[in-house]
């Protein structure tokens, strides 16, 4: 009676379960694939109340508790079976996995470790290798043990976890190209973007930019480059620096920018500032933000921008500030969409003097993305964006990025 209600405890049951028929295992299973794991929960509460030596009744209890996404809780009930049991190798991967998902990565692969020990060619296994590695930023290692999970079973799940191990590891290259036309007799602007990143090591990433521009009649130039670092496998570094010619009118002539991005639990918080500088003004920015990702199909960012603009003719820098939400859905196999809301400044990345300040509008945007097994990834957005007086802008941008 004692070790049953201590392994009630364990595996997060906030009281003794009522009494009732002990459920089958089919059962319990059934209820749980279904996705009524509060159910699944009692019924496989109930077995391991009955047998306190049924591992995999409590297996099925982490497992209900990691799907729920609580993997603090699923952990120590995959390890009350590993103190009984510690060869138990549904418990170790069970557990590794647990881990990695709760941060606790260094611990979660040694754990995946000495389950592959046990398994090594287990499929499941070297995909959760793979994943944690790629976790940790190990990328070399993470496409290694991607590959090896193709190899030992080249499932549809396993060839798309091989495709973003690839993506992650590679260098790329990313040519963007926009256009943008007013409801006024303002010229239509050309915007054409070269990125080049380059795999420098396994933590950090060189990065190279051209940019040509036309618009207001202008046709101006900038480049530059810059560095993002893996400081840890959850905290990464990015610092860039653009510059063009002197006589640069609506490009700015010098744009510094730096963020820290860290990532906890489902969610990346960040936090970047800019500094940018236009023959007639001075932009300094702020800007918070997060992205969540409820499901592995979904994600959901929203940022902050707080700017201060210092024209020549004013003693005092005149604040701005800005709003975006975007969200993002994996409608169907390699094909995602998106759409997105700024209020005031839509992208300080493509900033142009009319949008410094306190700039006031509302852009709406949509678009597709389309990922192919060339590692090259297709995206087109539509914004629509009304400023005061009436005025309204439409911008088309079509993004082609490519991996090697």
């Known amino acids: 009676m004692i070790a049953a209600l201590l392994l009630m405890l364990l595996a997060g049951a906030p009281q003794v379960p009522q009494p009732g028929p002990t459920p089958a295992h089919d059962e319990a299973a059934a209820l749980a694939r279904e996705g009524r794991y509060e159910a699944a929960l009692e019924a496989f509460r109930r077995l391991a109340a009955a047998d306190p030596r049924d591992h995999q009744a409590r297996i099925w209890i982490a497992r209900v508790h990691a799907w729920m996404g609580n993997p603090e809780l699923a952990e120590p009930v995959y390890r009350s079976v590993l103190l009984e049991d510690p060869s138990n190798f549904e418990a170790m991967l069970g557990a590794g996995n647990a881990l990695v998902a709760d941060g606790r ?3 979660g692969i040694e754990m995946l470790e000495r389950a592959e020990a046990a398994q090594p060619q287990n499929a499941d296994l070297l ?3 793979g994943r944690a590695y790629a976790r940790e930023g190990r990328t070399t290692r993470a496409l290694l043990y991607a590959e090896r999970a193709w190899d030992a079973a080249p499932s549809d799940p396993n060839r798309r976890a091989l495709e973003r191990a690839r993506l992650i590891h590679g260098h790329r290259i990313e ?9 006024t007799p303002t010229a239509d602007t050309g915007n054409v973007d070269v990125r080049v990143n380059f795999r420098l090591r396994e933590d ?5 930019r051209g940019q040509h521009q036309r618009k207001f009649g202008f046709s101006e130039q900038r480049g530059g480059g810059g560095l993002e ?3 840890r ?3 990464r570094l990015f610092a860039q620096v653009l510059a063009g010619p002197s006589g640069n009118d609506v490009l700015p002539r010098v744009d510094v920018a730096g963020e820290i991005a860290h990532v906890r639990g489902p969610a990346e918080w960040v936090a970047g500032y800019r500094f940018i500088d236009f023959p007639t003004a001075d932009v300094s920015v702020i800007s918070p933000g997060v992205t969540w990702w409820p499901t592995d199909r979904t994600s959901i960012a929203a940022r902050y921008y707080a700017s201060w603009t210092q024209l020549p003719d004013f003693r005092t820098a005149q604040p701005g500030h800005s709003v975006t939400v975007r969200g993002s859905v994996r409608a169907a196999g390699r094909v995602w969409t998106h759409v997105g809301y700024a209020r005031g400044t839509e992208d300080f990345d493509t900033l142009s003097p ?5 700039f006031r509008a509302n852009t709406a945007s949509g678009g597709v993305r389309v990922d192919l097994q060339s590692l090259t990834s297709l995206l087109g957005t539509y914004e ?10 439409r911008r088309l941008s079509i993004s082609i990025v490519q991996r090697f």
């Open 105 to 107: 990565i260094e611990e």
């Open 127 to 129: 995909d959760a290798l």
């Open 354 to 358: 009319d949008r410094a300040g306190d």
């Open 175 to 183: 040519l963007r190209s926009f256009g943008e036309r007013y409801n």
């Open 204 to 208: 950090l990433r060189l990065i190279g």
């Open 229 to 231: 670092w893996l400081v």
């Open 384 to 393: 629509h964006q009304w400023r005061p007086n009436s005025i309204e802008m």
């Open 233 to 235: 496998p959850e905290t």
